[in-house]
């Protein structure tokens, strides 16, 4: 899921996608709406084998139309996925992991660059700028 999700982000609409993957679109789509709680492990190496062939590629240099790179990147954007920098390779596949956003992930740092850049602010930033918050309105009420 994240590694389709992430190249949506870049461009790749479903049904190139689905020509290099040999899933079906509809497939594809339950895929990247997380509406699936298994897939194969043919699946898993499919989109895995996608993901590294394109993760670097430009959509529109590989035959994808403006007009339908960008409405993969509209619908990517809308839901907020992260884009394939954000993933470590070894860490992409963990349901734990987080997508490293802005390198400072997890810090208010991660947070103001998450706000500078017009990322969606991710889970780890979110907490760190609500713990640093407090002590904000406590030294505010000092001074």
């Given at each position: 899921?994240r590694r389709l999700?992430?190249?949506?982000v870049?461009?790749?609409p479903?049904?190139?996608l ?6 079906s679109?509809?497939r594809l ?5 997380a509406a ?8 898993a190496?499919?989109?895995a084998?996608?993901f590294t062939r394109?993760g ?9 139309s ?13 839901a ?6 954000a ?7 963990d349901?734990a992991?987080i ?14 660059i998450h706000?500078?850049?017009?990322l969606?602010?991710c889970?780890?930033c979110?907490?760190?700028l609500?713990?640093h ?8 009420r000092r001074?």
């Amino acid at each position: 899921m994240r590694r389709l999700q992430a190249l949506a982000v870049v461009g790749w609409p479903t049904a190139r996608l689905s020509r290099e993957t040999g899933l079906s679109p509809g497939r594809l789509d339950r895929l990247l709406a997380a509406a699936v709680a298994v897939v194969s492990a043919s699946e898993a190496r499919a989109v895995a084998a996608a993901f590294t062939r394109l993760g670097g590629a430009s959509p529109g240099l590989c035959g994808v139309s403006h007009i339908a790179a960008r409405a993969a990147r509209n619908r990517a954007g809308t839901a907020g996925w992260a884009p394939p920098a954000a993933w470590d390779d070894d860490t992409i596949d963990d349901p734990a992991a987080i997508p490293q956003w802005t390198g400072h992930c997890g810090t208010t740092r991660g947070a103001d660059i998450h706000d500078r850049d017009g990322l969606p602010r991710c889970p780890p930033c979110q907490a760190a700028l609500d713990r640093h918050r407090p002590q904000q309105r406590h030294h505010a009420r000092r001074a």
